[in-house]
T-cell receptor
Framework: EADIYQTPRYLVIGTGKKITLECSQTMGHDKMYWYQQDPGMELHLIHY???????EKGDLSSESTVSRIRTEHFPLTLESARPSHTSQYLC?????????FGPGTRLTVT | AQSVTQLGSHVSVSEGALVLLRCNYSSSVPPYLFWYVQYPNQGLQLLLK??????LVKGINGFEAEFKKSETSFHLTKPSAHMSDAAEYFCAVSGEAAGNKLTFGGGTRVLVKP
C-alpha cells in the first residue's frame, strides 16, 4: 500500500499570490501524477512524471508547473493564483496498473 | 484514444437494495479497467480492477464488476446497499499504449436512503 501525503489539505489565498502544493510518497514509485477536480466533476490530468527530472503536461491545460528533483517529492506551483484556479488538486502515484491517490488539497482563491 | 462514459451522474438506492453503476469505455488497445470510490474531502480509493483473466472481478466492500468486451462495458454492482456506500464512484480506463495514463468517467454520486 502506498502512502501519499499532500499539504496543505485546505488553502484559502488571495489573487496574485504564489503557492506551492506539496506531494510526497514513501513507496519509491517512479510514476506520479497531478489531477484537478472541480466539485462533483471528473478528474483531469494536468501533470505527470515518469521519474526524476521527467515532467510532462497532461490532458488539461494548466498554468501550474511541477518539478521532480527527488523520487519521493512532486510539488505543484502556481506563480500567480487566480479565482479560476479554485479547485481540488489530487496527487497520485502508480505502480504496475494501480494508481494510489493522496487525500487532496482543496484550494480556494479569493 | 480512450474514453469512459458513466450513465447517470446521480443514483439513489434504498438501503438493502441492489446498487448498479454503469460504465462504458472505448479504447484502441486492450483496456485495463478500474472503479474508484471517493468520500467527501478525500482522495480516491481503488474498489477493484480488471487487467487480464477472469472477467468477473470482486473488490472491496462487497462490490464486483464484470468486463464485457462485446458490450465495451464494466458495470459495478453490489447486491445490498449500505448507508456507508454513499459516495462518488469513478470508472477509469488505461492501456499500455496510452503511457499508463488513466482516463476517468464523469463520476456517479450514490445516495442511500434509509
Amino acid at each position: 500500500e502506498a502512502d501519499i501525503y499532500q499539504t496543505p489539505r485546505y488553502l484559502v489565498i488571495g489573487t496574485g499570490k504564489k503557492i506551492t502544493l506539496e506531494c510526497s510518497q514513501t513507496m519509491g514509485h517512479d510514476k506520479m501524477y497531478w489531477y484537478q477536480q472541480d466539485p462533483g466533476m471528473e478528474l483531469h490530468l494536468i501533470h505527470y512524471s515518469y521519474g526524476v527530472n521527467s515532467t510532462e503536461k497532461g490532458d488539461l491545460s494548466s498554468e501550474s508547473t511541477v518539478s521532480r528533483i527527488r523520487t519521493e517529492h512532486f510539488p505543484l506551483t502556481l506563480e500567480s493564483a487566480r479565482p479560476s484556479h479554485t479547485s481540488q488538486y489530487l496527487c497520485a502515484t502508480r505502480q504496475f496498473h494501480e494508481q494510489y491517490f493522496g487525500p487532496g488539497t482543496r484550494l480556494t482563491v479569493t | 484514444a480512450q474514453s469512459v462514459t458513466q450513465l447517470g451522474s446521480h443514483v439513489s438506492v434504498s438501503e438493502g437494495a441492489l446498487v448498479l453503476l454503469r460504465c462504458n469505455y472505448s479504447s484502441s488497445v486492450p483496456p485495463y479497467l478500474f472503479w474508484y470510490v471517493q468520500y467527501p474531502n478525500q482522495g480516491l480509493q481503488l474498489l477493484l480492477k480488471y487487467t487480464t483473466g477472469a472477467t468477473l472481478v470482486k473488490g472491496i466492500n462487497g462490490f464486483e464488476a464484470e468486463f464485457k468486451k462485446s458490450e465495451t462495458s464494466f458495470h459495478l454492482t453490489k447486491p445490498s446497499a449500505h448507508m456507508s456506500d454513499a459516495a462518488e464512484y469513478f470508472c477509469a480506463v488505461s492501456g499500455e499504449a496510452a503511457g499508463n495514463k488513466l482516463t476517468f468517467g464523469g463520476g456517479t454520486r450514490v445516495l442511500v436512503k434509509p
